[in-house]
Antibody, heavy 118, light 107 residues
Framework: QVQLEQSGAEVKKPGASVKVSCKTS????????LTWVRQAPGQGLEWMGW????????KYAQNVQGRVTMTTDTSTNTAYMELRNLRSDDTAVYYC???????????WGQGTLVTVSS | DIQMTQSPSSLSASVGDRVTITCRAS??????LAWYQQRPGKAPNLLVY???RLESGVPSRFSASGSGTDYTLTISSLQPEDFVTYYC?????????FGQGTKVEIK
């Protein structure tokens, strides 16, 4: 069965960086893209960008462009999302999700809480 | 960017009620719409894609329809486990955008 297992919660200071991992299993990694979505406490869902599992091509949302890097490791079927220069408003649960049919998001990781606080 | 306006932001209903949630896109999204259910502290769960196609395993009390800019999710008879939050997602264009969410509460 398809599974996406994310790394554990992180606490970071403003200005620091965080790297969240998303280890996948149960499907052919290179046949699907992966997306990252975040959710601030009590708020809605915000798309951050995506990465191709095939060739690593990326597309980022404008509001994180320049601070985010998404990568993959096809040897371990793992995706990574690094966010730099963290601010307090980056405090959120970060989700990875598989992209089905190059379109919607079908399977999701359990989420990783990133807290940015001095 | 395509704006998704979801309404209502919350609603109160009773077990057995029929409820409808709406998402309106700022432009034609050509049925490129998905609906998600999110329980507190959990990841979103796909209910519907392509505007009206139920994901495997989703109970038949859920249905969805729409075209162009206007889309609806209907729960025909609310069950206790349905009192959670629902989001729409448009995937017609990048950036992908979600509706603001609808919290379904017990009356």
């Amino acid at each position: 069965q398809v599974q996406l297992e994310q790394s554990g919660a992180e606490v970071k200071k403003p200005g620091a960086s965080v790297k969240v991992s998303c280890k996948t299993s149960g499907y052919k990694f290179t046949a699907y893209g992966l997306t990252w979505v975040r959710q601030a406490p009590g708020q809605g869902l915000e798309w951050m960008g995506w990465i191709s599992g095939y060739n690593g091509n990326t597309k980022y949302a404008q509001n994180v462009q320049g601070r985010v890097t998404m990568t993959t490791d096809t040897s371990t079927n793992t995706a990574y999302m690094e966010l730099r220069n963290l601010r307090s408003d980056d405090t959120a649960v970060y989700y990875c999700a598989r992209i089905a049919a190059s379109a919607f998001f079908d399977f999701w990781g359990q989420g990783t809480l990133v807290t940015v606080s001095s | 960017d395509i704006q998704m306006t979801q309404s209502p932001s919350s609603l109160s209903a009773s077990v057995g009620d029929r409820v409808t949630i709406t998402c309106r896109a700022s432009q034609d999204i050509r049925n490129s719409l998905a609906w998600y259910q999110q329980r507190p502290g959990k990841a979103p769960n796909l209910l519907v894609y392509a505007a009206s196609r139920l994901e495997s395993g989703v109970p038949s009390r859920f249905s969805a329809s729409g075209s162009g800019t206007d889309y609806t999710l209907t729960i025909s008879s609310l069950q206790p486990e349905d009192f959670v939050t629902y989001y729409c997602l448009q995937y017609s264009d990048t950036p992908r955008t979600f509706g603001q969410g609808t919290k379904v509460e017990i009356k």
